[in-house]
T-cell receptor
Framework: DSGVTQTPKHLITATGQRVTLRCSPR?????VYWYQQSLDQGLQFLIH???????AKGNILERFSAQQFPDLHSELNLSSLELGDSALYFC???????????FGPGTRLTVL | DQQVKQNSPSLSVQEGRISILNCDYT??????FLWYKKYPAEGPTFLIS?????DKNEDGRFTVFLNKSAKHLSLHIVPSQPGDSAVYFC????????????FGRGTSLIVHP
């Protein structure tokens, strides 16, 4: 158990809908990262927050947004969902800005 | 542009033998590397790391070697066990002021009993 929690574990929705994925980092970790893993693909970095502020953006679509709250949990919002958004979404946390990241179990999103 | 590359998508090894997983990088500003292990339907688990000030780091059956001049690192697993069967990712968590972590595409290791 990495100490990072993600909810929900599974999510099935329809095209055009909007969903919110939630992540709680390890106690004491200030950094939260979001990744997408599509079938047979590696981990695609989406976005990084540190202590409530956005620090880096990767290949994140404009339909996706994220935030980190004062209690350090983070939410990833996916809107106008398309079939191609079906993937595993992982959250990771680390103590500092460039430290070892610890991953949650992931949220499997299926868009029908 | 893939700054961290794992050119072997899969590797098959006999139990008890050595597994060698390779990783190449292009950005000379990377100064810290990580290996993660991932089982299906689970999140990646941190395995071992190495700083650019070292050329080797060992943890039990796992050893990571770093060749800075060749921009190459490798993960050695000795002896390999069936429970080591997983996907292994090489990663550079940050590079010279940029906090964009970069992961390789992963190598799927299968250890046969």
């Amino acid at each position: 158990d990495s100490g990072v929690t993600q909810t929900p574990k599974h999510l099935i929705t329809a095209t055009g809908q909007r969903v919110t994925l939630r992540c709680s980092p390890r106690s004491g970790d200030l950094s939260v990262y979001w990744y997408q893993q599509s079938l047979d693909q590696g981990l695609q970095f989406l976005i990084h927050y540190y202590n409530g502020e956005e620090r880096a953006k990767g290949n994140i679509l404009e339909r996706f947004s994220a935030q980190q709250f004062p209690d350090l949990h983070s939410e990833l919002n996916l809107s106008s969902l398309e079939l191609g958004d079906s993937a595993l979404y992982f959250c990771a946390s680390s103590v500092d800005l460039s430290d070892t990241q610890y991953f949650g179990p992931g949220t499997r999103l299926t868009v029908l | 542009d893939q700054q961290v590359k794992q050119n072997s998508p899969s590797l098959s090894v006999q139990e008890g033998r050595i597994s060698i997983l390779n990783c190449d990088y292009t950005n000379s500003m990377f100064d810290y590397f990580l290996w993660y292990k991932k089982y299906p339907a689970e999140g990646p688990t941190f395995l071992i790391s190495i700083s650019s000030i070292k050329d080797k780091n060992e943890d039990g059956r796992f050893t990571v070697f770093l060749n800075k001049s060749a921009k190459h690192l490798s993960l050695h697993i000795v002896p390999s066990q069936p429970g080591d069967s997983a996907v292994y990712f090489c990663a550079a968590p940050a590079s010279g002021g940029s906090y964009i972590p970069t992961f390789g595409r992963g190598t799927s290791l299968i250890v046969h009993p």
